[in-house]
C-alpha cells in the first residue's frame, strides 16, 4: 500500500492522520502529540482489569469484608471495577432474598443483615468520597504540571540568552531534558500546544548556541541508537500475540521516540519511514482487530435484546402459585448467568440494554414481593385457623370420654388438612404442638384399651365358666326359689362386664340359650314365662325398668294386637250367617268358630301379659 493511502484519516481507528501533528508527522520537525496514538473505547474496555473473584457466590458478610479490604487498601483508581461488581452481588443478593414465608415478628436474622446493609451502604459512602477527593486530586496535579512545564521552557529560552561554557550550556539543556521528562501528565486541552512549544525551543536551542560540532554529532548519533533500538521493539510487537497490548505499547515507544531528540540529518527520513511503517502495520492489524469485535460486539449487542426480550415476557405471566414463581425465578436467573457470559458491547448500547435489563428484573422482583406479600396474609390467617385447632386438640386430649374425643380429633385432623399453609418459620412448631396433643390422647386410648382387653379375657373365662356352673344348676321344687335363683345367674352375667367383641355374640346366645331352657322347665305358664324373659332382656341392654317408655311401648304393642284379633273374631261372626245355604256350611263354620277360639285363646294370653305387665312394672 502507498504511503499516501496510508496517510489517509480512519475514523474507527483514530490513529493515522494527515498533517504535522500526525504520528506521521514531517520528519524534519518530529513533533508528536500523545493524543494521536490514544487508545479508542474498544481498547480501553479491553484493558480494563478483570474482577477475578465470582463475588455472585459471596455471603453479605463476605461482600461487606471485601469492600473493607478494598477501600481501605488499595488505591480507588484501581478498585474501580471491582467495587461495582460487589455493589451488584450484594443489591442482587438483597432483592432475590424477599422473605416469602415470615412471621410477624422480626428475626434475629433479619436483624443482622440490617447492620450488615447499613455498614455496607457507609463503606459506599467512604468509597464515593475518596473517588472525588482522587478526580479532584488528579486534576491538580495534571494542573501543576502543566504549570512546572511552562517553567521549564521559561529555562530553556533563559538558557538559550546565556554566553557561557558550551560544555556547561549542554550540560544545563541535558539537565532541563530530564527534567521535562520526569514530569508526568498534564491537563489533555494543554499537551498540544505544551508541545510544540517545547520542541521549538528545544531546535531554538539546537540552531542558537552553535554547539562544538563533535559533541552535537555524539548527541546525535546517542540519539539514533535510542531510535533504531524503539523500531527494532516497534517491529517486534507486530508478533506480540495481543493486539490490544502491542498497540498500547507502541503509544509508550511514541512517547519515548519524542522524548529522545533529533538525529543526523541525513538519517532522519530513513529511520522514521522505518518506524512509521512499523507503526502503520500495527495500527492496521489493530484497527482489523477491531473491525471483527465491532462485528462480535453487535451479535453480543442482539443476544442482549434477546434476554431482555425474555425477561418482558416473563413479566407477562402470572404465576399462580409458589413452583410457579421458583420456576420463573429459576429461569431470570439463567437469563441473568446468559447475561454476565455475554461479551462487551459499545457502551452506549451496554447502557441502554443494562437499564433495560435491570427495568425487567425490577418488575419482575416487585410482583414477586406482591405475590408472597398476600401469600403471607393467607398463611398468616391459616396460621390462626390451625392455632384455634391446637387449642380444641389441647382441651380434650386428657378426656377418658374415649369414642366421643377419638371422634372429635379426627374431625381436627381433617380440617387441619383443609387449611392451606402457614408461615414456614411457624409450621414446624405449630405441627408439633397439635400432633402432641392428638398423641396424648391417643396413646391414654391405646394404653386404656390394652387395660381392657386384659381385663376381658378375665370376662370371658369367667362367662364361660357361669355358663357351666347354669347347665349343672338343678331345678328345685320351689317356684319361686328356681325364678330368684335364674334371676341371680343373669344377675351374674351382666355384672361380670365386657368381653372381646368377637366372643360376645357367641357367648349371649350359648348363656341364654340355657337360660331359656332352665325357664322352659319351671311350671310357669307361657305368658309369666315371657314377661320374666322380657325383663331380663331389658335389664341385660341396660334400660330403666321403671321408665314408662319401654312399659307403654309393649303395653301398647299388646293392646293393638288385642283389637286387631277382636276385629278378626267380629268379621268372623259375621261371616257365620253366611255360610248357613251353602252346601258344605257345617265344615266352614266349623273351621271359622275354630279360628274364633284360636283368636279368643290369644287375647286371653295377651290380657294376662298385660296385667303381669302393670304388676311387675307398676
Same mark, same amino acid.
Given at each position: 500500500? =502507498?504511503?499516501?493511502?496510508?496517510?489517509?484519516?480512519?475514523?474507527?481507528?483514530?490513529?493515522?492522520?494527515?498533517?504535522?501533528?500526525? %504520528?506521521?508527522?514531517?520528519?524534519?520537525?518530529?513533533?508528536?502529540?500523545?493524543?494521536?496514538?490514544?487508545?479508542?473505547?474498544?481498547?480501553?474496555?479491553?484493558?480494563?482489569?478483570?474482577?477475578?473473584?465470582?463475588?455472585?457466590?459471596?455471603?453479605?458478610?463476605?461482600?461487606?469484608? +471485601?469492600?473493607?479490604?478494598?477501600?481501605?487498601?488499595?488505591?480507588?483508581?484501581?478498585?474501580?471495577?471491582?467495587?461495582?461488581?460487589?455493589?451488584?452481588?450484594?443489591? #442482587?443478593?438483597?432483592?432475590?432474598? &424477599?422473605?416469602?414465608?415470615?412471621?410477624?415478628?422480626?428475626?434475629?436474622?433479619?436483624?443482622?443483615?440490617?447492620?450488615?446493609?447499613?455498614?455496607?451502604?457507609?463503606?459506599?459512602?467512604?468509597?464515593?468520597?475518596?473517588?472525588? +477527593?482522587?478526580?479532584?486530586?488528579?486534576?491538580?496535579?495534571?494542573?501543576?504540571?502543566?504549570?512546572?512545564?511552562?517553567?521549564?521552557?521559561?529555562?530553556?529560552?533563559?538558557? *538559550?540568552?546565556?554566553?557561557?561554557?558550551?560544555?556547561?550550556?549542554?550540560?544545563?539543556?541535558?539537565?532541563?531534558?530530564?527534567?521535562?521528562?520526569?514530569?508526568?501528565?498534564?491537563?489533555?486541552?494543554?499537551?498540544?500546544?505544551?508541545?510544540?512549544?517545547?520542541?521549538?525551543?528545544?531546535?531554538?536551542?539546537?540552531?542558537?548556541?552553535? /554547539?562544538?560540532?563533535?559533541?552535537?554529532?555524539?548527541?546525535?548519533?546517542?540519539?539514533?541508537?535510542?531510535?533504531?533500538?524503539?523500531?527494532?521493539?516497534?517491529?517486534?510487537?507486530? =508478533?506480540?500475540?495481543?493486539?490490544?497490548?502491542?498497540?498500547?505499547?507502541?503509544?509508550?515507544?511514541?512517547?519515548?521516540?519524542?522524548? *529522545?531528540?533529533?538525529?543526523?540529518?541525513?538519517?532522519?527520513?530513513?529511520?522514521?519511514?522505518?518506524?512509521?511503517?512499523?507503526?502503520?502495520?500495527?495500527?492496521?492489524?489493530?484497527?482489523?482487530?477491531?473491525?471483527?469485535?465491532?462485528?462480535?460486539?453487535?451479535?453480543? %449487542?442482539?443476544?442482549? *435484546?434477546?434476554?431482555?426480550?425474555?425477561?418482558?415476557?416473563?413479566?407477562?405471566?402470572?404465576?399462580?402459585?409458589?413452583?410457579?414463581?421458583?420456576?420463573?425465578?429459576?429461569?431470570?436467573?439463567?437469563?441473568?448467568?446468559?447475561?454476565?457470559?455475554?461479551?462487551?458491547?459499545?457502551?452506549? =448500547?451496554?447502557?441502554?440494554?443494562?437499564?433495560?435489563?435491570?427495568?425487567?428484573?425490577?418488575?419482575?422482583?416487585?410482583?414477586?414481593?406482591?405475590?408472597?406479600?398476600?401469600?403471607?396474609?393467607?398463611?398468616?390467617?391459616?396460621?390462626?385457623?390451625?392455632?384455634?385447632?391446637?387449642?380444641?386438640?389441647?382441651?380434650?386430649?386428657?378426656?377418658?370420654?374415649?369414642?366421643?374425643?377419638?371422634?372429635?380429633?379426627?374431625?381436627?385432623?381433617?380440617?387441619?388438612?383443609?387449611?392451606?399453609?402457614?408461615?414456614?418459620?411457624?409450621?414446624?412448631?405449630?405441627?408439633?404442638?397439635?400432633?402432641?396433643?392428638?398423641?396424648?390422647?391417643?396413646?391414654?386410648?391405646?394404653?386404656?384399651?390394652?387395660?381392657?382387653?386384659?381385663?376381658?379375657?378375665?370376662?370371658?373365662?369367667?362367662?364361660?365358666?357361669?355358663?357351666?356352673?347354669?347347665?349343672?344348676?338343678?331345678?328345685?321344687?320351689?317356684?319361686?326359689?328356681?325364678?330368684?335363683?335364674?334371676?341371680?345367674?343373669?344377675?351374674?352375667?351382666?355384672?361380670?362386664?365386657?368381653?372381646?367383641?368377637?366372643?360376645?355374640?357367641?357367648?349371649?346366645?350359648?348363656?341364654?340359650?340355657?337360660?331359656?331352657?332352665?325357664?322352659?322347665?319351671?311350671?310357669?305358664?307361657?305368658?309369666?314365662?315371657?314377661?320374666?324373659?322380657?325383663?331380663?332382656?331389658?335389664?341385660?341392654?341396660?334400660?330403666?325398668?321403671?321408665?314408662?317408655?319401654?312399659?307403654?311401648? &309393649?303395653?301398647?304393642?299388646?293392646?293393638?294386637?288385642?283389637?286387631?284379633?277382636?276385629?278378626?273374631?267380629?268379621?268372623?261372626?259375621?261371616?257365620?250367617?253366611?255360610?248357613?245355604?251353602?252346601?258344605?256350611?257345617?265344615?266352614?263354620?266349623?273351621?271359622?268358630?275354630?279360628? *274364633?277360639?284360636?283368636?279368643?285363646?290369644? /287375647?286371653?294370653?295377651?290380657?294376662?301379659?298385660? #296385667?303381669?305387665?302393670?304388676?311387675?312394672?307398676?
Amino acid at each position: 500500500m =502507498e504511503t499516501s493511502e496510508r496517510d489517509k484519516v480512519n475514523k474507527d481507528g483514530g490513529n493515522i492522520k494527515d498533517g504535522k501533528n500526525s %504520528v506521521f508527522a514531517e520528519p524534519q520537525t518530529e513533533l508528536f502529540c500523545p493524543e494521536e496514538l490514544n487508545l479508542n473505547e474498544e481498547t480501553a474496555q479491553e484493558n480494563e482489569v478483570s474482577v477475578v473473584k465470582n463475588y455472585f457466590l459471596m455471603s453479605p458478610q463476605d461482600l461487606l469484608d +471485601e469492600l473493607k479490604t478494598l477501600v481501605d487498601n488499595f488505591p480507588v483508581e484501581r478498585i474501580k471495577k471491582d467495587v461495582e461488581a460487589i455493589k451488584d452481588a450484594f443489591y #442482587k443478593y438483597l432483592a432475590e432474598n &424477599e422473605e416469602e414465608e415470615e412471621s410477624s415478628s422480626e428475626s434475629v436474622d433479619e436483624v443482622i443483615f440490617d447492620l450488615v446493609e447499613e455498614e455496607f451502604d457507609k463503606y459506599l459512602e467512604k468509597y464515593r468520597e475518596k473517588k472525588y +477527593e482522587y478526580t479532584r486530586n488528579t486534576e491538580s496535579y495534571k494542573e501543576e504540571n502543566y504549570r512546572q512545564k511552562l517553567a521549564i521552557i521559561e529555562e530553556l529560552k533563559d538558557l *538559550i540568552k546565556e554566553e557561557e561554557d558550551l560544555n556547561l550550556t549542554f550540560q544545563k539543556f541535558h539537565d532541563i531534558q530530564n527534567r521535562w521528562k520526569e514530569i508526568a501528565q498534564v491537563p489533555q486541552n494543554y499537551v498540544k500546544d505544551l508541545w510544540d512549544t517545547w520542541h521549538y525551543n528545544v531546535e531554538k536551542f539546537y540552531d542558537y548556541v552553535k /554547539i562544538n560540532k563533535e559533541l552535537r554529532d555524539l548527541d546525535l548519533r546517542r540519539n539514533l541508537e535510542a531510535k533504531n533500538l524503539l523500531i527494532r521493539k516497534a517491529e517486534a510487537l507486530l =508478533e506480540h500475540p495481543s493486539v490490544v497490548e502491542a498497540f498500547a505499547q507502541l503509544q509508550q515507544y511514541h512517547d519515548t521516540w519524542r522524548e *529522545i531528540g533529533p538525529v543526523p540529518r541525513d538519517q532522519r527520513e530513513q529511520i522514521w519511514e522505518r518506524f512509521k511503517e512499523a507503526s502503520y502495520k500495527l495500527n492496521r492489524k489493530h484497527q482489523a482487530y477491531f473491525d471483527q469485535l465491532k462485528q462480535e460486539r453487535q451479535i453480543n %449487542v442482539q443476544m442482549k *435484546i434477546d434476554l431482555c426480550e425474555r425477561i418482558e415476557k416473563l413479566n407477562q405471566k402470572n404465576p399462580k402459585s409458589v413452583k410457579e414463581w421458583q420456576k420463573a425465578f429459576n429461569e431470570l436467573s439463567n437469563i441473568f448467568d446468559e447475561w454476565k457470559a455475554i461479551g462487551f458491547v459499545p457502551k452506549k =448500547e451496554n447502557t441502554e440494554l443494562y437499564a433495560r435489563l435491570r427495568k425487567g428484573r425490577d418488575e419482575f422482583f416487585s410482583k414477586r414481593r406482591a405475590y408472597y406479600k398476600a401469600q403471607k396474609q393467607i398463611a398468616m390467617a391459616n396460621f390462626k385457623l390451625k392455632k384455634e385447632l391446637c387449642e380444641k386438640a389441647k382441651a380434650i386430649s386428657n378426656s377418658e370420654d374415649w369414642q366421643t374425643t377419638a371422634d372429635a380429633l379426627i374431625k381436627l385432623q381433617k380440617q387441619w388438612r383443609q387449611i392451606g399453609p402457614v408461615p414456614h418459620k411457624l409450621s414446624v412448631a405449630l405441627w408439633v404442638e397439635f400432633r402432641d396433643a392428638c398423641d396424648t390422647f391417643f396413646n391414654r386410648k391405646i394404653e386404656h384399651q390394652k387395660m381392657l382387653s386384659e381385663q376381658y379375657a378375665v370376662n370371658l373365662k369367667e362367662k364361660e365358666a357361669l355358663i357351666v356352673e347354669l347347665k349343672n344348676f338343678v331345678l328345685s321344687k320351689n317356684e319361686s326359689k328356681n325364678i330368684d335363683a335364674l334371676k341371680q345367674f343373669r344377675q351374674r352375667w351382666n355384672n361380670i362386664g365386657f368381653v372381646p367383641i368377637k366372643e360376645k355374640e357367641r357367648l349371649q346366645q350359648k348363656f341364654y340359650a340355657v337360660l331359656d331352657e332352665k325357664y322352659r322347665q319351671l311350671k310357669i305358664s307361657d305368658a309369666q314365662r315371657k314377661i320374666i324373659r322380657m325383663k331380663e332382656r331389658f335389664e341385660s341392654s341396660g334400660h330403666k325398668f321403671d321408665s314408662n317408655r319401654v312399659v307403654n311401648s &309393649e303395653r301398647e304393642r299388646l293392646f293393638n294386637r288385642i283389637m286387631q284379633l277382636e276385629n278378626e273374631i267380629s268379621l268372623l261372626d259375621n261371616n257365620v250367617g253366611f255360610f248357613a245355604s251353602s252346601k258344605n256350611a257345617d265344615s266352614m263354620i266349623a273351621d271359622v268358630r275354630k279360628k *274364633i277360639s284360636k283368636a279368643k285363646e290369644e /287375647i286371653r294370653k295377651m290380657e294376662e301379659q298385660i #296385667k303381669l305387665i302393670d304388676k311387675e312394672f307398676e
